[in-house]
T-cell receptor, first 114, second 114 residues
Framework: SAVISQKPSRDICQRGTSLTIQCQVD?????MFWYRQQPGQSLTLIAT?????????ESGFVIDKFPISRPNLTFSTLTVSNMSPEDSSIYLC???????????FGEGSRLTVL | AQSVAQPEDQVNVAEGNPLTVKCTYS??????LFWYVQYPNRGLQFLLK??????LVKGSYGFEAEFNKSQTSFHLKKPSALVSDSALYFC????????????FGKGTSLLVTP
């Protein structure tokens, strides 16, 4: 299984600001996924980030609000832009763990927007 | 389209008793099914998966799950619950015809009482 590190683990942010979350994996991976877990909710896929190509966003998520970078096979960032209290969530980075497709997750980044 | 349902928000069981956490799914192709556990303030941990083969799948921490194609279910089970099993459990599905991102259920909170 991959070891996934996310930074920051938690942060409190002011409305209107932006925050970038980093995801570092201990091995090279083709696909990385960013999920959001709103309070008391399940996980919702934000986007799929493949190295060397633009991220693919799910319905309801747009690049202007959640820009993603994927500069190499072990690293990705997700920015939450112009934050509002509705963006208060846990943001999770995940990678595919093999041919059968289980995903492995980082510990998550818990954002609180005031 | 693919979806997964966890009909119970919470399951309560006494320590030492068997536990079952229910999951049903809907996919257009062949299902790939997964269970994850989330402890407070932690990321998701992979428990087990069904891809093909035996309908009874064994995973981490003594958990197992039974795939039932006719009932489109993949219930998580454990013969003897521990207090330390108390956590949030997520069922997830991927369609063999779709990409590698997983679609998660809403989660079931398991409470094991001494």
């Amino acid at each position: 299984s991959a070891v996934i590190s996310q930074k920051p683990s938690r942060d409190i942010c002011q409305r209107g600001t932006s925050l970038t979350i980093q995801c570092q994996v201990d091995s090279q991976v083709t696909m990385m996924f960013w999920y959001r877990q709103q309070p008391g909710q399940s996980l919702t896929l934000i986007a799929t980030a493949n190295q060397g190509s633009e991220a693919t966003y799910e319905s309801g998520f747009v690049i202007d609000k959640f820009p993603i970078s994927r500069p190499n096979l072990t690293f990705s960032t997700l920015t939450v832009s112009n934050m509002s209290p509705e963006d208060s969530s846990i943001y999770l980075c995940s990678v595919r763990g093999g041919m059968t497709g289980e995903l492995f997750f980082g510990e998550g980044s818990r954002l609180t927007v005031l | 389209a693919q979806s997964v349902a966890q009909p119970e928000d919470q399951v309560n069981v006494a320590e030492g008793n068997p536990l079952t956490v229910k999951c049903t799914y809907s996919v257009s192709g062949n299902p790939y099914l997964f269970w994850y556990v989330q402890y407070p303030n932690r990321g998701l941990q992979f428990l087990l998966k069904y891809i093909t083969g035996d309908n009874l799948v064994k995973g981490s921490y003594g958990f197992e799950a039974e795939f039932n194609k006719s009932q489109t279910s993949f219930h998580l089970k454990k013969p003897s619950a521990l207090v330390s099993d108390s956590a949030l459990y997520f069922c997830a599905v991927r369609d063999s015809n779709s990409g590698y991102a997983l679609n998660f259920g809403k989660g079931t909170s398991l409470l094991v009482t001494p």
